[in-house]
């Protein structure tokens, strides 16, 4: 090979790295930042005065549901989607070839070691597949891969989320609680690889060079894990104790007109010949 074409070879691999970093922060990890925030305000909710609700909980309830809401009716939010898709499957697919061809660069990462090393590239696969179950069931329809086939919608968002992660109304299924474990994995994996990419981000584009500055942004990107961490580990622990049933009835009550068309539908096809 000649040395135009290693120079060319280098110029796109010098690309394409900083192209997989920037997407893993922008819009990949914005996006996480703001879906954990939404989710884990089943908890911090209860602390919103103005929610359709009296007791804490419900607070909690209806605050999710209104963001929920405001979110699905946000202008230009296909637009939004597909670039957000875009994003996942460029730096997934990038991501699986640098870790299937690539070797360990522990020496270029000083204070990176093997485990975190694997570690960066094994919550990369399960984060993959735990954001594709979670689409695919909860945005897409696919109720077959859930406990007693709930159907997810935003109108409903916190009822159907905890039925998901229940499996039953009435109790914790074991079912329901084999989606919660792998809702916690996933979650867990999604926050660890984005906090200890942003690590490895700053060092690719060249901005911590010396060690003392990897260890000072170290401590800001653990800080910042360590937040998301209890955001998403929350989410799974607030739905998961969840009653359906008053959730159902705080999202009824907020959104009435939704529940009159369903019941409408509902008395035509069963009054039908």
Same mark, same amino acid.
């Given at each position: 090979m000649g040395h135009e074409e290693e120079g060319t *070879?280098?110029?796109r691999y010098f690309?394409?790295?900083?192209l997989h970093s920037l997407t893993g922060i922008l819009p990949i990890g914005v996006f996480l930042i703001f879906h954990l925030t939404t989710n884990?305000?089943? *908890?911090?909710g209860a602390a919103n005065t103005r929610a359709h609700a009296d007791d804490l909980p419900g607070r909690g309830i209806a605050t999710f549901q209104h963001e929920v809401s405001f979110i699905n009716n946000l202008p230009g939010l296909l637009i939004m989607e597909i670039t957000l898709w875009a994003a996942i499957a460029?730096?997934?697919i990038l991501?699986?070839?640098?870790?299937t061809t690539g070797k360990s660069n522990t020496a270029r990462y000083p204070h990176m070691d093997n485990r975190r090393y694997a570690l960066q590239r094994l919550t990369g696969y399960i984060a993959l597949l735990f954001i594709l179950y979670h689409i695919a069931t909860l945005r897409w329809g696919w109720s077959f891969l859930v406990p007693g086939?709930?159907?997810?919608g935003h109108e409903h968002a916190a009822s159907t989320l905890a039925l998901a992660l229940r499996g039953s109304a009435d109790s914790i299924t074991v079912a329901g609680l084999a989606v919660s474990l792998f809702y916690f994995v996933g979650v867990t994996s999604a926050v660890f690889h984005f906090a200890n990419g942003l690590w490895t981000a700053a060092i690719t584009w060249g901005l911590t060079i010396s060690t003392a500055a990897q260890r000072r942004w170290g401590v800001v990107c653990a800080g910042l894990g360590i937040l998301l961490m209890a955001m998403a580990w929350g989410s799974v622990v607030g739905f998961l104790f969840t009653d359906p049933e008053k959730a159902r009835e705080i999202e009824s009550a907020m959104h009435p007109e939704e529940d009159s068309t369903e019941h409408t539908a509902r008395a035509t096809t069963d009054g039908a010949p």
């Open positions: *070879l280098a110029k690309l394409l790295r900083r884990s305000s089943v *908890l911090w460029f730096h997934a991501g699986i070839w640098y870790a086939g709930v159907t997810w």
